[in-house]
């Protein structure tokens, strides 16, 4: 019996695969017999087989037969096959070198009317194949791509490319470090190698890690895939995929698919996602015995699966020429993507999206099929954005570049494609010596790697020269448009460096538990991490606490008595409200308020949100450096003046402030005695006075409003709500270590954050209810209570409880003076971060502090010289800061309640329809109520026609602004996108 050779049983095989109904797998064999003689297995067999008919040689390229082809056809189908691919390739040489002729000719005489010609028929080509149809989000053009002769991309020079030789086999996977200049590749000749990738001109060191030594099956040892984890250590794996699934077989005892496991993602340390030839997707997890949750849809073998970056939706594609979208949450897929005309071998998520570092860009998915085309999907609607049509043959790579801008594709048809995903079309191309197996980018972007069919892995440097006015300037993708169309200053700013940051992780968590909440596995409540988190909420709630409110409290007592406990209530409840969604916003995004101001709002807007915020700062910051002033001031017996309380007060505030080179929580430990110090004072007071419980349970339960005590009603509600302290949250919340990426993380943070800022709120609402009832008790109803401000309201104390040995004139100074202070403080603090949000300015924190200090103290000093002689002017003056405060309100609270509300931003954590109307209505209410205080106040004031006009000039242009940012919620787009667009449209003018 005549022996078979390697071929005609590889042959065998193959039919038998084929006949089987495993079409990918038979595929997969024949690139895998085909690498590891060197040639294609298509090209041995045929070639063996045309032989016998005399008309073909080894050397054809049989490359474009599909495996089906071999089975369904006899020789002589196969022959016409072959002779018209001939007779096509023979016409397109022709019509290449007749368009290389026209080029030269047009080149000698023509160059600039070519340039014209060239540009024109550009223009014209892209509008014959771009769709017209269906709408399209603002930063993408739908489109539908082909190359033309008057289109070709340029070409990556030999001087841009530098080939690494030294695998002695193909070249199947390849990986850049995250943190260095290191290249990984893995190989079919058992090693892996790590390549340092040194600036041009330097020469490039290997290491060289022989894989699986020691083992005997010398079949087993390709390293197909690699990876490195944040640390830049490396995983390099034998057929990484299997291997891991038979180690989960193994520790856990669940056997998953039932046909070989094709494809395996994680997403994160413990879940994990496979995909299979027998159709089915599982959702799995380190420690079940079976699946978590099974996803059925695919009606061929499932290639690949991926999450997306937040973890939130899975990808698959299929050799039935689909992909889809699926969530955990639900059972059937989300999206069914169906435009490609073949197998789709593999899909990647774009780094954009919510919880990412480009969350200004939409999430999309690409994939890549057999019919040598790449498709790019909406990730939240499920349509095609762009279809790029360049290769000539099955596309097995694809890859995002870091800023979401660009995507590189690799082909069995050699080359290598960078897409400018703005524009559809290809910018740069790359053609080596065999079919491509993978590429990727590395961590900056200016570097793309690809590994050959040849043995060898290129390294290619990837730069867009943009000629404008005669100059070309290289511009590299370490920056994304949006960042290189900040007007200011290109370094960014952080609330807290990560040093800086409390780190939570790990904390009363058992040791490598890794946790999913969406699989049932949350971390469960912890009272050390309540600890570590509470902080920012106590900070925040000293806003609730600043002179300017005492005076309100006071003012309350004195005049409403009881009656107004229900409406301080009930502030506080709405200024929880806000606060809690200034923090969400922080911890879902990783960013705070003014930064995010900063980006999605035009010049001119954030402009005048930042000036707005300044100006509100400055007014909260005259009222806490009075406060201060005249506590210090009665604590002297009056040998302070005021002035000199004024210079006291922001000297102290650089000392408090310096406490933070030693750790956020020796900060926080000190606002902490300062708030014990208010609560022990105030509740001495109302110890001493003994004001009546029952009218004070009375007045918390019943609500009373009359027309004598609107006033006091609209400054209590106007005080709760400081513009700055919005801004102030979402940053305070960032000085704790939290992954926004990972969902269950926030959801911890957030759940933390809620409990200690209702705690927090719900001291200083026991503070302000103990200054309100000592006033009520005191005053109310008597001759005086109508001339009682913070200036005077000590002195009116001792005049009616006496000294004793302890006077209650120190006491309320006393807590006066900590109220003063830790305001001041905090106000400084959300001035750094204002200016610094809004300007994103890079400097020393002391240097920035200066600069709001002074922005501050100024004015504080001018006004201390001016009102020191009369408590009564101080008093008018402070109904002028409560009506500043009170304009400020809807440019903190409207940015704030359109960010929360929009997915694009926030993700999974944007509020629900109900929260949105609630947290609407709520702003409606408060900005109303301040819009009356504004009202009430101007009509008073503007008494001739010289004062009015500037008050209705100043109105009309106040409303139509707070229209424009209501608008901006409505129909929401980030500036950046748009202005990136027409940007782009103006350059293909």
């Known amino acids: 019996m005549p022996s078979l050779t390697s071929v005609e049983l590889n042959y065998l095989i193959f039919r038998y695969l084929q006949e089987s109904g495993l079409t990918h797998a038979a595929f997969t064999l024949g690139l895998i017999n085909a690498k590891s003689m060197g040639i294609w297995f298509h090209r041995v067999l045929l070639s063996s087989l045309f032989r016998k008919q005399g008309a073909a040689n080894i050397d054809e390229d049989f490359s474009f037969f599909q ?16 002779r018209e691919r001939k007779r096509e390739e023979r016409h397109k040489d022709k019509d290449r070198e007749r368009s290389k002729e026209n080029d030269k000719e047009v080149e000698r005489g023509h160059d600039g009317d070519r340039s014209k010609s060239a540009s024109l028929n550009e223009k014209h080509g892209e509008n014959e194949i771009r769709e017209g149809k269906g709408s399209c989000k603002s930063a993408w053009r739908c489109c539908r791509t082909t190359m033309t002769p008057t289109s070709l991309p340029s070409r990556i020079s030999n ?41 041009s001109g330097r020469s490039i060191s290997t290491l060289i890690l022989k894989h699986a030594k020691g083992k005997s099956n010398e079949k087993c040892k390709d390293v197909t895939t690699l990876d490195w984890n944040v ?37 994160n340390n413990v879940p994990f996602a496979t995909s299979s030839t027998d159709t089915m997707i599982y959702l799995s997890k380190i420690g079940e015995t079976r699946p978590v949750k099974t996803f059925a849809g695919h009606q061929g073998e499932v290639n690949c699966v991926k999450w997306d970056p937040t973890g939130t939706l899975l990808a698959s594609c299929s050799d039935d020429s689909t992909a889809k979208m699926w969530n955990v949450k639900q059972h059937s897929f989300v999206h069914d993507l169906r435009d490609h005309s073949k197998e789709i071998y593999t899909i990647r998520w774009s780094p954009t999206g919510p919880g990412t570092n480009n969350h200004n860009k939409p999430l999309t ?6 019919d ?17 049509n360049g290769h000539r043959d099955a596309v097995y790579s694809l890859a995002f570049s870091p800023n979401g801008e660009y995507i590189v594709s690799g082909s069995v048809d050699k080359s290598i494609h960078i897409w400018s995903l703005k524009e559809g079309k290809i910018v740069k191309t790359y053609t080596g010596a065999g079919g491509i197996f993978e590429v990727c980018w590395n961590k900056e972007g200016n570097k793309l790697a690809a590994c050959f069919a040849d043995n060898s892995v290129s390294v290619l440097d990837f730069r867009i020269n943009n000629h404008k006015k005669g100059q070309a300037t290289a511009v590299t993708l370490k920056m994304s448009e949006p960042e290189r169309a900040r007007p200011l200053l290109a370094s960014e700013e952080r609330a807290y460096e990560d040093t800086e940051k409390v780190h939570i992780v790990g904390v009363d968590e058992e040791d490598g538990a890794d946790y999913d909440d969406e699989l049932g596995n949350s971390p469960r409540f912890s009272w050390k991490k309540l600890w570590l988190f509470t902080g920012p909420g106590f900070l925040m709630s000293i806003a609730f606490l600043d ?36 923090a969400r916003l922080g911890v879902a995004t990783g960013r705070h308020l003014a930064e995010l101001c900063r980006e999605e709002y035009p010049t001119w807007a954030r402009m005048v949100l930042w000036i707005m915020a300044e100006i509100a700062l400055i007014g909260a910051d005259i009222q806490e450096v009075i406060g201060s002033a005249i506590a210090i001031k009665i604590l002297s017996n009056g040998l302070v003046p005021l002035w000199a309380g004024v210079v006291i007060t922001a000297l102290d505030c650089f000392i408090f402030l310096f406490l933070e080179n030693y750790g956020i929580r ?24 003994k004001p009546s419980g029952t009218e004070l349970l009375v007045g918390a339960l019943v609500p009373k409003l009359s027309s004598r005590t609107i006033k006091q009603a609209v400054g209590i509600v106007g005080c709760i709500i400081m513009p700055h302290n919005v801004f102030l949250h979402s940053a305070l919340v960032q000085s704790r270590k939290v992954d926004p990426k990972k969902r269950f993380r926030v959801k911890e943070a957030l759940k933390y954050y809620s409990i200690e800022s209702t705690g927090a709120l719900a001291v200083s609402f026991i503070i302000n209810v103990f200054v309100t009832t000592v006033f009520a008790k005191a005053f109310y109803g008597t001759d005086i209570a109508d001339t009682i401000g913070l200036a005077n309201a000590g002195q009116y104390l001792q005049d009616k409880y006496g000294g004793g040995f302890f006077p209650i004139l120190y006491i309320w100074a006393i807590g006066v003076l900590a109220a003063g202070q830790s305001s001041t403080i905090t106000g400084t603090y959300a001035g750094q971060f204002i200016m610094g949000g809004f300007l994103n300015l890079k400097m020393k924190k002391w240097v920035r502090a200066l600069i709001t200090r002074s922005c501050a103290i100024v004015p504080t000093m001018i006004v201390a010289l001016v009102f020191d002689s009369s408590d009564s002017m101080l008093d008018e003056l402070n109904e002028w800061l409560n009506v500043l405060q009170s304009v400020q309100i809807p440019f903190a609270v409207i940015p704030l309640l359109c960010l929360v509300s929009n997915e694009q931003i926030m993700g999974s954590f944007k509020i629900q329809p109900l929260v949105q109307t609630i947290s609407w209505i709520v702003a409606a209410l408060v900005i109303a109520i301040n819009g009356y205080l504004m009202v009430d106040f101007f009509s008073g004031a503007a008494t001739s026609v010289a004062l009015l006009v500037p008050v209705i000039i100043f109105a009309v242009a106040y409303v139509v602004f707070v229209l424009y940012l209501i608008s901006r919620g409505l129909t929401y787009t980030p500036w950046q996108l748009v202005s990136s667009q027409k940007v782009t449209e103006r350059d293909d003018e």
Request: charged share 15%; proline share 3%; aromatic share 8%.
């Open 67 to 82: 495996p089906l082809d071999l089975i369904s056809k006899d020789v002589k189908e196969l022959q016409v096959m072959l």
């Open 159 to 199: 001087s841009d490319v530098r080939v690494l030789e030294g695998h002695t086999a193909e070249v199947c996977a390849c990986a850049w470090s995250p943190s260095a200049s290191l290249l990984a590749s893995g190989s079919g000749d058992t090693t892996a190698r790590i390549w340092s990738i040194p600036e």
């Open 231 to 267: 640390s830049s250590a490396l995983v390099r794996g034998l057929y990484l995929q299997l291997v891991l699934m038979h180690e989960y077989e193994y520790d856990t005892g669940c056997n998953c698919n039932i046909g070989p496991t094709l494809d395996v993602d994680w997403r």
């Open 365 to 370: 998915l690409a994939s890549a099929s057999f």
């Open 372 to 388: 040598s085309t790449v498709k790019i999907w909406d990730a939240e609607l499920g349509k095609m954005l762009c279809n790029l």
């Open 547 to 582: 002179p300017g409110n005492l005076e309100s409290d006071l003012q309350a007592g004195a005049i409403a008595g009881y009656s107004l406990i229900w409406l301080l209530m009930w502030a506080t409840a709405i200024g929880l409200l806000i606060q809690l969604l200034s």
């Open 666 to 689: 020796k900060l926080e430990a000190v606002f902490a005695i300062l708030i014990a110090t208010m609560a022990l004072a105030f509740a001495w007071m109302f110890g001493q006075t």
